[in-house]
């Protein structure tokens, strides 16, 4: 390991840290195992030879895993036993369905899905020729005592594979979602379109029925951990299949009924709220009845409405929007989580099967298995399980759709883009797992750098998932603390990397949280702030060659006492200071050097006596023909 080069003069309280010889503590320093994914199938979840952790950094672009910082807890990562994939994946022979199950969710033989979103009645990915539900009737018949709901379509096929799944996975999560209520509950006696009758009566049964099908279900032995009210409830036009125009006021009057009949009857299924796009679909907005409020802020009116109580937090899917809706919406709600329940892989109608499974698995890689994590997700979940190479069998809706398993008219079945890109997740990262910070590089709208996501499990080993955007080849760092391995993912590659607990991975400086931090420069001010927020994917650059004395100062709002500072230059190979100084000043205008020197690679960090300071100055003392650039700056305790 080539330890980043740093020619540092000594200067006030400066500390510099110097390798030693190996000690036993080095020896016992652990090993990270590699799994790998190529967009050109070569490598499948491919475990590689594992690489050693050791002492010191690097030059390369360095992904900082820092486990002292903890997020959301996640609950799985999955997709969907459909009406659709029930069928294929029942008309298999016993042999071969049996290993499609264990390869989907035995963790050590297959991927270990740990979470089903489960349609309650008919979506429109069903086998049958007539969408339905459990309680259908005559037209214009109605059941207000709900005497014909039944599950028994779903002890056909979908049951028998749900416990199954369980079986071989006991960690298994399950939500509920229906597509439409009864049509006799519907201003247009249909499953297709319209609304819940606004009558109090109605809301009722409603609520009734879904906690009928809770019941029915656990009796079955798959009890249900989430249960939404209705798919996609800003969908007003679904194409031939179940749905319902959903709006916020009465989406709220089923959750005010359905609350506390649920929490008496089964107390462990939460309630999601809204289940439908990061932001709402243009279409969505346009087929608003005239005069009604389009909500375009469902969610929030949601959480701050009377059901809220009952709510414990939001659905989201990927069909509009971007990922970084959750986050704003955890930032105004912070204590009501966020589950990402469905994503459908798709393609044009030209498409070859490589164009499929390259597209699928990047944009995957990085909007939803890392897009949705690094944005407070506490599931990923795909949609179909399993479907033909056509998208069949199907019923309206999606034509375009893909599924996990691709199971061909011979009935061989093959794994698809999205089984790795749940698998490189569900396989190593456990429920209970929490996810931790790790410095990403990459965006959901590619920019082609290096995008991560790490998490610790309950075990205390780690897992960090990541994804180079690039065609190319990209080298990078992995570190934890004062130790570090480097790595070089294939163009468009996505990787899986754990380690175990390990005392040596222990000793993790503390960062201090700059979210109250400002920042000015001598060049590009109005960019100055994107050296500071957090977000490594974002960067100030100086737009100009390197000479001395361009500088960035940084505002912390108020003395902080620090022992590290952290100069991260990004993944934008060469872009950083050749020559710097590190200055602090604690009122703004009398300023102490602290530490300077030559940089040779993306991270230099310097180790000082313990500072107090509330502005700290980074100063470019170099002449090079390259910018330099922040995209994080640093600091720890």
Known sequence: MRRTALSLLAVGSLVVGIAGPASA???????????????????????RDPVAFERGGSDLTTIVVDPNQRF???????????????????????????????????????????????????????????????????AGATDFPLEHFSIAHDEAQILPLLREAKRLNPA??????????????????????????????????????????????????????????????????????PGTDMPVAQQEKVILALGPLLKKASP??????????????????????????????????????????????????????????????HESFPKKGIWF???????????????????????????????TTRNWAQSVVNWNIALREDGTPHLGGCGTCTGLLTIAGDGTVRTDAEYYTIGHLAKFVRPGAQRIASTSFGTTGWNGQIMDVAFRNPDGSTALVVHN?????????????????????????????????SRSLRDVPRQLDLSGATATASLASADAGLAVDGDAST???????????????????????FRQVAIDSGDNLGDFAQGYRVEVSREGSRWRTIAEGQA????????????????????????????????DVRLYR
Request: hydrophobic share 35%; proline share 8%.
């Open 341 to 371: 329940t469905e994503c459908s892989g798709s393609h044009g109608p030209t498409d070859t099967p490589e164009q499929i499974f390259r597209g699928t698995l990047t944009w995957h890689a990085r909007t939803i298995a890392i897009g």
């Open 72 to 138: 959301q807890t996640m609950d799985g990562f999955g997709a969907s036993i459909t009406d659709s994939s029930a069928s294929l994946l029942s008309a298999l022979p016993a042999a071969a369905r049996d290993e499609a199950m264990r390869s989907l969710f035995d963790a050590r033989d297959g991927i270990g899905v740990s979470f089903l979103r489960q349609p309650v009645g008919s979506s429109d990915f069903t086998a049958e020729a007539a969408h339905y539900t459990f309680d259908d009737v005559a």
């Open 600 to 631: 040779t690679g993306q991270l230099t960090t310097v180790s000082v006596h313990p500072t107090l300071a509330r502005y700290l100055r980074i100063t470019s003392t170099a002449t090079a023909g390259s910018w330099w650039s922040l995209a």
């Open 539 to 561: 960067r100030w650059s100086s737009g100009a060659a390197q000479v001395p004395g361009q500088s960035l100062t940084v505002d912390l709002g108020r003395p902080a006492l």
């Open 172 to 241: 298994v999560k399950v939500m509920a979602t229906p597509w439409s209520p009864p049509a006799w509950m519907k201003t247009t006696d249909s499953l297709v379109g319209g609304r819940l009758k606004d009558d109090p009566a109605i809301y009722d049964a409603y609520a009734r029925y879904l906690v009928k099908f809770v019941q029915a279900y656990t009796r079955a032995g798959v009890p249900i951990d989430f249960l939404s009210v209705q798919n996609e409830p800003q969908n007003r036009t679904p194409d031939a299949y």
């Open 268 to 329: 462990r299924t939460q309630i999601l709220g809204y289940d439908h796009n990061w932001a709402t679909h243009p279409n969505d907005a346009a087929n608003t009845p005239p005069g009604e409020d389009p909500a375009t802020d469902y969610p929030y009116q949601l959480l701050s409405g009377p059901a809220a109580k009952w709510i414990a937090g939001t659905a989201y899917h990927c069909y509009y929007g971007d990922p970084s809706d959750q986050t704003a919406l």
């Open 25 to 47: 503590g080095d020896r016992e320093a652990p090993q990270a195992q590699v799994w790998v994914t190529t967009p050109d199938r070569a490598e499948l979840l491919q475990q």
């Open 469 to 501: 955007e690039n065609d190319d080849p990209r080298s990078f760092a992995v570190a934890v603390g004062d130790r570090s391995f480097e790595y070089t993912l294939p163009g468009g590659a996505l990787a899986t990397f754990t380690w175990p607990a």
